[in-house]
């Protein structure tokens, strides 16, 4: 397949400073006007309808395959496909959208029955969560909590050679837009005896990679490092919404369970492996005098090329702001090069075991935090466990989330020589208990 | 609807020891000679297809549409269904199998296209398994897991307040017969200064109870402790495989993952609360002094009447005990009344923070030990960790398990003037990593 990365495309939209210009092609679930949710792919302002597409008879061979796979309510077909079928629909998607390209005219003839504008869709879960793991591969993130419980030791012996994680709750993973209800729950007050019971007063976000799995593997059998990377479909932004106070009353020895099992929010276009390769680098986290991975979680390339260079960015829009037309305001700009274990090596370890995964379960990174203050990805480092409140331009502070306040998650990636590609959004706004 | 505990079957093998009388009539999903698995109900040592039931038009009304519901590949869309629609099936097995059943030589005519022979059929997983969600209710085990870290404080503060649990895996949950492959992991030795790559050599069972899942609750709002009960479509037995060394060495600070994520095995049959009723019992677990629940964990019919009385057993059969004819030894015999919240407890719990729950998801117990020598469901606490061998009338000695060993759950219901029912068989063999 030929990349044509800074190739223009006929949806004008596209070109320029776009989260989807050409280079890029996510694919997600879209519906309009309350009809059947289907599988469409981002370009510039509007989505092209695949469905649509397959019945004008544009695609063929296994572009065409992966096409009508990916055209229906839910994506877990077409990433069972595997990365074959997904590099077809791509070349295809491309040599369609180019500007140059052959079909231009009996194409942009089919107007919005081909191209809905983005603005009057609405999106979906792009596919039906099996199992939702969540890790904590953020080194910054683990630190800065280590820190605030155990001040001389931050960090846990294992966090060098085990990629950390656990296993979430799949019936809570929304798309972005949904709102977020404050969850109540147990919390042991400082100074108390005995726990209370009601609405979250700890309630935060966390910045997070999300990454959807592909073709799964055979249950026992277990995926080598090499190959990890292509059991992914792709990658999102993802909110592991988590209330403070329930989780430090709960967490013991078990880990979390109902301080995040409330909600997660991901982002809705799914931006798949090829359109992030001109972004892929070497492992920046590991440091001098870390120790080698394990053979099962070490692999050359992953080492040099298996890492993401993505900006993230956290905004906040609280009630106030939003009544005065003030801007959301950014609280945290951080990178996925915060990430201490590539997504190669959370795929091999969490199948080393044998445990299979499946098309369509998901993966969070864990908070993706920098090393600089304006860089953390959740108020409870950004506010040392609230300690520091964070002050706003609308005049406000705030320690941990109110009702009315809204979390916008956004990545870019920028390389010189590179279209720029973006992600979209991934918006939850905070709803009473 | 009439309960007929003592009543009689036309099917034989109904009366007697068997853990399939007339009061008992699990549901599960069983497939002959490799067909297409569907719905059937366990009768002495047969198997009802409802399939052939329904078509045969021995059912109406509430009963036909829940039998309809139960007679396809998974019981999901039965589950959904609800307490009201399960009786009346209920209702209408035991008018049709009894021993005067007005239908019974029409029945007895359709012969195996009916009642299939249970020892021919295979069992599957009777639902597809939404999330998996593994409670800690089980108090004995608690604290003798405690003691093994914490000799001075074993049981944490938070245990007599918060039922607590964690997320499992959805995707390794298989039904009894399935075999266990020992997983891979890190381990941190004793004494050594780096982890480990290999076979877990510290592979343990956990004797637990299985809640399945029925009426869901919608998102953001919480099933009142009053009404959890009939949120519940039935019980299993449950065995969560753990890997101890790769647990000891992951679970800081998140908690288990792939320690247990490779294999959670189930028993076939969906034991009905209906079926359950005559063996509750009052809350016996909580202790003088122990603190009062939380109002959303605190019913007054619960506390009385809303915990269960059934016994458990673990056996254990090796390969040289199978290839000198030996039969299984009972290595633990216990009981639910070793839990210390109840499954309504559990339910609401873990709905309080506005999580959905939906129709096949599943609830692990935790380990059910009791407080002797002989009632521990869990090698790590027969062996206290691995330092003391469990004998075994073959010669053998066990710390943990090895490959070729079997672990047999059972479960049955005792009281007088009642019909005693069972659960029939939670097994699982180990095979070489």
Redo the contacts between chains.
């Keep these: 397949m030929t990349v044509h990365n800074e190739q223009r495309s006929w949806v004008e939209s596209a070109n320029g400073h776009s989260d989807f210009p050409l280079a890029n092609l996510p694919l997600g679930v879209f519906s309009r006007d309350g009809d059947q949710p289907r599988g469409g792919v981002a370009i510039g302002d509007y989505i092209l309808d695949l469905r649509a597409a397959c019945e004008a008879g544009v695609f063929d061979g296994q572009a065409l395959e992966a096409a009508k796979a990916a055209s229906v309510s839910s994506l877990n077909a077409f990433f069972a496909l595997g990365a074959s079928a997904r590099k077809a629909l791509r070349g295809a998607l491309m040599d369609l959208l180019a500007e140059d390209s052959a079909q231009r005219e009996r194409l942009q003839g089919m107007g919005e029955s081909l191209l809905q504008p983005m603005n009057r869709c609405q999106m979906h879960l792009p596919a039906k969560v ?2 939702y793991t ?1 890790f ?1 591969v953020g080194i910054h993130h683990a630190n800065n909590v280590g820190l605030l419980f155990r001040p001389d030791n931050p960090l ?3 966090y060098k ?2 990629p ?9 993973v929304d798309v972005s837009g949904s709102t977020v ?1 404050r ?4 919390t ?1 007050p400082p100074g108390a005896t ?2 209370s ?1 009601g609405p979250s007063k700890r309630l935060d976000h966390e910045l997070e990679l999300g990454i959807w799995i592909g073709q799964g593997n055979a ?2 059998e ?1 995926i080598p490092i090499g190959e990890a990377s292509s059991h992914v479909a792709g990658f999102c932004l993802l909110n592991d919404w988590s ?1 403070r106070d ?1 989780q430090a ?11 995040k ?3 997660t929010s991901v982002s809705p276009w799914v931006i798949t492996p090829e359109a992030l390769e001109p972004f892929r680098c070497a492992q920046p986290a590991r440091a001098e005098g870390d ?1 080698q991975p ?3 979680l070490f692999d050359q390339q992953d080492q040099q090329q298996g890492a993401l260079d993505i900006e993230l960015e956290v905004l906040l829009l609280t009630e106030t702001m939003r009544d005065k037309g003030q801007p959301a305001q950014r609280i945290a700009l951080s990178s996925t090069k915060n990430m201490y274990w590539t997504v190669a090596q959370m795929v091999a ?2 199948s ?7 098309p369509g ?1 998901l993966f969070g990174s864990g908070t993706l935090s920098g090393s600089s203050a304006d860089s953390l990805g959740s108020l409870l480092e950004i506010t040392q466990g609230g300690k520091l409140p964070l002050e706003l331009p609308s005049g406000e502070t705030r320690t941990f989330l109110q009702d009315g306040d809204e979390i916008i998650l956004k990545a870019r990636c920028r390389r010189d020589g590179q279209a720029s590609i973006g992600f979209g959004e991934c918006r939850g706004r905070v709803m009473p208990a």
Aim: aromatic share 16%; glycine share 12%.
């Design positions: 099996g199992d969540d904590y846990l012996p294992n050679y085990v950390i994680g656990y296993h979430g709750r799949a019936s809570t209800k969850p109540n729950g147990q042991m005995e726990p019971f249950r026992g277990s209330a329930l009353w709960e967490y013991q020895p078990l880990g979390p369970f109902l301080s099992s409330f909600a120790p394990l053979p099962y370890h969490h080393v075991n044998g445990c299979s995964l499946q379960d």
